[in-house]
C-alpha cells in the first residue's frame, strides 16, 4: 500500500497570511502514461463530509476559490492557501488514487493564530 | 445538482451484520465509480472499497476483504455496502462519493451515516 504523510499535523496562521501544507507518498504517484500526478486534497470542515479542491495534484475543483493551489510532482505534494480567510479552519486531507487502496494522508488541522 | 444519500446504519453486535445503502440522484449513476469512505469518531478518512459503473470490477481495503461486499443496483440509482462479522474498529461514519471514472478521485459526497459495534 502507498503510505500518505502529512505535515505538520496542526497549523496556526494569521488571518491574510500563507498556509502550507505538505504531503509526502511512499512511492511515485506519477502516472508515466499520461504525465499525470494522481494526488487529491480534500478541505472537511466540522460535521461536514469532504470536499475536493484540487486533483491531478494542481488542477482546481469548480467554485474552489483561487486563493487556494496544489503543486508538486513525483512524491512530494503541497497545498497552499495564499491568503488565509476565517472559512478555510478545517482538516485538510490529501489523498492518492494511483493505486488502490487509495489512501488518506493522515489530516492536518488548519487555525486561525 | 448531485445528491448521495446514505442510510442502513446504527448500532449492531460484534459480530453481526449491516447492510448500508447511498441513493443517487442528480447524474447518470450507471456512468460513475462509486466510493466507500470511513471516518471512526474524531478520526482521519479510510477508504473502503469502490465499485465500476457495471458493478463487473471492485476493489477493497485489506481491513475489509472477505467481510464487506460492495454492489450497485443502477436501475435504482443505489449503491450497496453489505458488512459482516463486524468488530468495534468498524465504529465510524460511513460515507458514499462519486467519480466519473476509475482515474478519478471521489468528487461528491454523500453526508454519512453512523454505524455503531457494541455490545
Known amino acids: 500500500d502507498i503510505v500518505m504523510t502529512q505535515s505538520p499535523d496542526s497549523l496556526a496562521v494569521s488571518l491574510g497570511e500563507r498556509a502550507t501544507i505538505n504531503c509526502k507518498s511512499s512511492?511515485?504517484?506519477?502516472?508515466?502514461?499520461?504525465?499525470?500526478?494522481?494526488l487529491a486534497w480534500y478541505q472537511q470542515k466540522p460535521r461536514q463530509p469532504p470536499r475536493l479542491l484540487i486533483y491531478w495534484a494542481s488542477t482546481r475543483e469548480s467554485g474552489v476559490p483561487d486563493r487556494f493551489s496544489g503543486s508538486g510532482s513525483g512524491t512530494d505534494f503541497t497545498l497552499t492557501i495564499s491568503s488565509l480567510q476565517a472559512e478555510d479552519v478545517a482538516v485538510y486531507y490529501c489523498?492518492?488514487?494511483?493505486?488502490?487502496?487509495?489512501?488518506f494522508g493522515q489530516g492536518t488541522k488548519l487555525e486561525i493564530k | 445538482e448531485v445528491q448521495l444519500v446514505e442510510s442502513g446504519g446504527g448500532l449492531v453486535q460484534p459480530g453481526g451484520s449491516l447492510r448500508l445503502s447511498c441513493a443517487a440522484s442528480?447524474?447518470?449513476?450507471?456512468?460513475?465509480?462509486m466510493h466507500w469512505v470511513r471516518q471512526a469518531p474524531g478520526k482521519g478518512l479510510v477508504w473502503v472499497s469502490r465499485i465500476n459503473g457495471d458493478g463487473s470490477s471492485t476493489s477493497y481495503a485489506d481491513s475489509v476483504k472477505g467481510r464487506f461486499t460492495i454492489s450497485r443496483d443502477n436501475a435504482k440509482n443505489t449503491l450497496y455496502l453489505q458488512m459482516n462479522s463486524l468488530g468495534a474498529e468498524d465504529t465510524a461514519l460511513y460515507y458514499c462519493a462519486n467519480a466519473p471514472g476509475h482515474k478519478n478521485p471521489p468528487d461528491s459526497w454523500g453526508q454519512g451515516t453512523l454505524v455503531t459495534v457494541s455490545s
Open positions: 489523498q492518492q488514487y494511483y493505486s488502490t487502496p487509495y489512501t
Open positions: 442528480g447524474f447518470t449513476f450507471s456512468s460513475y465509480w
Open positions: 512511492q511515485s504517484i506519477l502516472y508515466s502514461s499520461d504525465n499525470k500526478n494522481y
